[in-house]
């Protein structure tokens, strides 16, 4: 393949989603180095009060 | 449905009147999180962590699900509603599905946690409820919802059965307000595949195990599904899995909370409601008795959605 022809078909791959641009993946690094809450999403609704918990 | 729970000494109230006027109690709340000055550039956000305490530099687009809140407390005639029929209150609801509009991003995806976030469950659960919300008040949208219902269709949670009904709902209530059938087939795919992993896991994954909870929230987002597509066989496999579901709840509305997935231990009760379960009694006398988690112990963020799930109960 041409230099010019990769070129292009990492530009449509881009444009298709298939390979994201730098700045998605710098945004998905940063996300998961610092917002606590993309790690652990399972307990969210969980520990409000019910009675049991004052036995 | 009598539900033999007497909430008033005069008379005998049915379950779901006696979980609709728990929901009524929490609108003042949910008035008070609202921006309900027109002239204000916030007008409409419920967020007020954003719009007023400035403690967040971005709104939650779950907040605006009190949209549905406000609607459904708006059009519940009863004689301890006092919002029922009261104009302002309506004003209030389109106000939070107009705010929710602005909020989406270009791709149709909204945000909860952090800019950017393209999540999956805050985009599914506040189209659900401002996309009813609409149909609820008979309003048109004022933005272009195929975005959003084209994010929906093309993304999922696999993990997640509850927001992946949620988005099934959503999409579904989409089809009909934008009159397209594709993303009524896109809701038909999206219900299909819950079913077949239900079925072959028996239960509905939440992260990789079954949660009481989380399974009653898939439950009633099937339910709005079923009712806006017209789906009969999700319809009896919702009635079906009401069935299975009711048998964990006990007589004073609880359940076992150890063995979840998730640590729930609310229960949405609208699909008890719909398929005219009688475990829809055990929960209102729960929530009479003080011995279940129900909307006013949660946090704002938690008691909108759950607010909502105790008035569907009385319709529409």
Redesign the interface.
Known sequence: MTPIRLVLFRLFLIFWGWIPPVGVWLHKILVSLFVKRSRSPYGASSRFYTPEDLT | MKGGVKADKDREMDAAEVLALEAIRQVPRAIGLADRDPAGRTYGCADRYFWHYKFHDFPNARFQETSELFARAFLFRHPSNPFAGKEHVRDWAIAAVRFWERMARSDGSFDE??P??RSFCATAFSAMHAVKTLLLLSEKPSSNLRTVGQWLAFHDSPDTANQRSASAAALALIGVIEGSDMFGRSAGRRAAALWEEQTRLGYFNE?GGKDI??TSITLSALAVYAAASGDAESAARIKSAVTELSTSIRPDG?YD?GDQ??????LYPFALARAGDAALSNVARGVTE????KPS???DR?MIPFAVDYLRCVGP
Do not use: P, V
């Open positions: 946690a952090y950017y976030e992260y909870g989380y609880r909370y997935s998730r640590a729930t231990r609310f003080d011995s279940i988690l112990w949660m946090d938690y």
